[in-house]
C-alpha cells in the first residue's frame, strides 16, 4: 500500500511511497507530459506497482509544473532534486535509482548530474539535449517563459541551463532506453547524447526499443517497460 509523503511545502511537492525490500535500492520514478501540470504522477502508477511487486521500494514523485502559478524554470526542476534528496536521506536502505520518462527525463538527469551518489538514472524516451531539440517547441518556450520574438542566442543560453547534454562531464551512470517508434521525441537526441557521453568518458549506454514507440515504457507488459527492469538490475548489482 502506497503512502503520500510530502517532501517539501507546496501543494505539488509530494509522492507515493511503496515499502518494499530494504536490500534492494529505492526506484524513484518521475513522470513527464511536457513539463505541464494537465499530467500527473499518476502516469507512473502502473510502472510504480510493478516495480513494487518485483520487491522494490519505489518513490514515484510529484513536481510543481507549468501552468501552476509562477512556475517556470528552476522550479520543476529543483522540486526533483529535492524529491531525489529526500529519497535518499529518508527511504533509501540500499542505493538509489532514479527512472524518469519523456520530458521528466530532462528533470531527472539534470539532477543525477549534481548528485553522483546515485547508483544511476534510467531515461525512458527522454529528451536528453534542450538545445537539440529546437527553440521552435512551444512546451520549452513555456518552461523558460520565453516570448516568440527572444533572441537566439539567449534561447540557447537558457536552454542550456537544463540541457542533460549541457550539465557533461558527471560521474552518475545513464541507462538510455528509448522506442525505435517513438514519434513524440525522436530517438537521435538519446544517440546525441550517447555520442557526447562517450566522448566525455562517461558512464553511459543506449538501448533501442524495436516496435515499441513513446508511450510504451509506461505499460508493464511492454518491451520498453522489461528493458527498464534490467537496466535497474544492472545497476543494482553494481
Do not use: C
Not at 123 to 148: C, K, N, W, Y
Amino acid at each position: 500500500m502506497a503512502r503520500r509523503i510530502f517532501y517539501g511545502s507546496e501543494e505539488s511537492q509530494h509522492g507515493h511511497f511503496y515499502p518494499g525490500d530494504d536490500a534492494k535500492p529505492l526506484i524513484t520514478l518521475v513522470h513527464g507530459g511536457y513539463w505541464r501540470n494537465l499530467y500527473s504522477m499518476t502516469m507512473e502508477s502502473k510502472v510504480a506497482k510493478d516495480l513494487n511487486d518485483r520487491g522494490y521500494p519505489v518513490w514515484n514523485v510529484e513536481y510543481r509544473r507549468v501552468g501552476e502559478p509562477g512556475v517556470v524554470w528552476p522550479i520543476p526542476g529543483d522540486d526533483v532534486l529535492a524529491a531525489i534528496d529526500y529519497g535518499t536521506q529518508k527511504l533509501a536502505k540500499s542505493g538509489h535509482i532514479v527512472a524518469a520518462h519523456s520530458a521528466g527525463a530532462t528533470l531527472a538527469v539534470w539532477a543525477a548530474a549534481q548528485r553522483p551518489d546515485l547508483l544511476g538514472v534510467i531515461s525512458r524516451g527522454g529528451v536528453l539535449d534542450l538545445i537539440e531539440r529546437g527553440d521552435g517547441d512551444q512546451s520549452m518556450r513555456l518552461l523558460f517563459d520565453l516570448g516568440p520574438n527572444a533572441n537566439p542566442r539567449l534561447i540557447k543560453r537558457t536552454f542550456a541551463q537544463a540541457s542533460p547534454v549541457a550539465q557533461m562531464p558527471f560521474k552518475t551512470p545513464v541507462r538510455a532506453l528509448h522506442g525505435r517508434l517513438d514519434e513524440q521525441v525522436p530517438y537521435q537526441l538519446s544517440e546525441w547524447f550517447l555520442s557526447q557521453a562517450q566522448e566525455n568518458g562517461m558512464d553511459a549506454t543506449l538501448t533501442m526499443i524495436e516496435g515499441e514507440g513513446h508511450d510504451d515504457f509506461l505499460e508493464p507488459g511492454s518491451k520498453g517497460h522489461a528493458a527498464t527492469v534490467a537496466a535497474i538490475e544492472e545497476l543494482s548489482a553494481r
